[in-house]
């Protein structure tokens, strides 16, 4: 599934660097605004042990996981919204992207060049994250304001759908003018329809990195910045994942058993990209069904919520244009009883049809004629 999470922040948090840990696909990270321009786009593979297991079990003659798409979003300055620091050209970016990275530095670094080269100055994770957000929110503002009086006159003739709108548009646009994101504000179904139509940046999900300093990376409960990024993220529902961008650029460079070995010396149970990686997936609400055969084990990304003719179609357009049912099987299911066959002998091999939901984990078969 093409859906990708914009990795943004002020200019010098760490975010290219962080990029760089992510796809290893050599971003600039130099200490000076607007090092990244352009947004780089890198693939990720989403780590999940099922496939791994999987794998053990079937011995296929090859295995795929599924992947995640994370976009290196140029810093953003204040001001944005009026253009200042290639501001439109950046919240366009942002626009395109379906969840939001916001990396924070949460550490004091006096060789750090801080924005308008304020250099050595200590740290303010909540000013960094009000500019953000405030333009962003700027940015919504304007949107608003520009379908707000079109919209008005249109729902006064008793138009439908005008009136769903300017309903919305009323409950947004206070919100706005309070400095708050879009995000803050609960939504009915059919109130939700209208306002992903508006393609506001401040509804879009977001995911906090507060990244930390190398030495504080094993206890971030002890950093006052994080209980500071955490405080604020409560108040919007958001998470908060912990890194540290230079750890996990060094990790990135290591084979697999020397990873290990790291991330024990280093107090973490695993890296911190894998974690932002699940955390991201999580944001959006995907989840992974398996194909699992002898020529191939694969991992497949579906929005929870999908029915099975749409989780075949991510495979194929002609799987779900023919969908006729998916035989189906849990993953604990399989790792239990240890074949299919076995699965299938005490009854828990299943034959779903067109409405059945897709549930994490699932291992599916599809049937189709076409």
Do not use: C
């Not at 989403?46 to 290196?72: A, M």
């Not at 608003?144 to 009323?170: G, M, W």
């Not at 409950?171 to 508006?198: Q, Y």
């Not at 991330?263 to 974690?275: F, H, K, P, T, Y």
């Amino acid at each position: 599934m093409a859906l990708t999470a914009g990795i943004v922040g002020l200019p010098n948090v760490g975010k290219s660097t962080l990029f760089n840990a992510i796809t290893k696909a050599g971003a600039e990270a130099a200490n000076y605004p607007f090092a990244t321009i352009d947004p780089n786009v890198g693939m990720v593979e989403v780590p999940d042990e099922r496939l791994n297991k999987l794998t053990e079990l079937i011995k296929p003659k090859k295995t795929v996981p599924t992947t995640f798409e994370f976009t290196d979003i140029a810093g953003i300055v204040k001001g944005a919204s009026r253009g200042e620091g290639l501001g439109n050209k950046f919240l366009a970016n942002i626009r395109e992207v379906d969840a939001i990275i916001h990396v924070v530095r949460a550490f004091d670094d006096e060789n750090v060049m801080r924005e308008n080269n304020r250099e050595g100055e200590f740290i303010d994770p909540m000013a960094d994250i009000e500019t953000i957000n405030l333009e962003l929110i700027l940015a919504d503002l304007e949107s608003v304001n520009k379908r707000y009086a079109r919209v008005e006159k249109i729902a006064r003739t008793k138009d439908k759908d005008a009136v769903a709108e300017f309903n919305v548009l009323q409950k947004i646009k206070p919100v706005l003018e309070d400095g708050k994101s879009a995000r803050t504000i609960e939504f009915d179904e059919d109130e939700a329809k209208v306002v992903k139509s508006l393609f506001l940046l401040t509804t879009k999900p977001v995911l906090y990195v507060a990244n930390v300093s190398e030495d504080e990376v094993g206890e971030p409960d002890n950093i006052e910045y994080v209980k500071q990024i955490r405080e604020f993220a409560a108040t919007e529902n958001a998470e908060v994942a912990i890194i540290s961008a230079r750890v996990e650029e060094e990790i990135s460079e290591l084979e697999d058993d020397e990873k290990a070995e790291f991330l024990e010396a280093i107090g973490l149970q695993e890296s911190g990209v894998d974690m932002l990686t699940r955390a991201a997936y999580h944001l959006l609400g995907l989840a992974t069904y398996f194909t699992a055969g002898e020529k191939e084990v694969r991992a497949w990304t579906f929005k929870r919520g999908m029915k099975a003719p749409q989780m075949a179609g991510i495979i194929h357009s002609d799987f779900e244009k023919g969908f006729i049912r998916a035989v189906t099987m849990s993953y604990e299911d399989l790792i239990k009883y240890g074949s299919e066959k076995a699965v299938r002998e005490a009854g828990r091999l299943r034959e779903e049809g067109k409405d059945y939901v897709g549930q994490d984990g699932d291992i599916m078969e599809f049937r189709f004629n076409v």
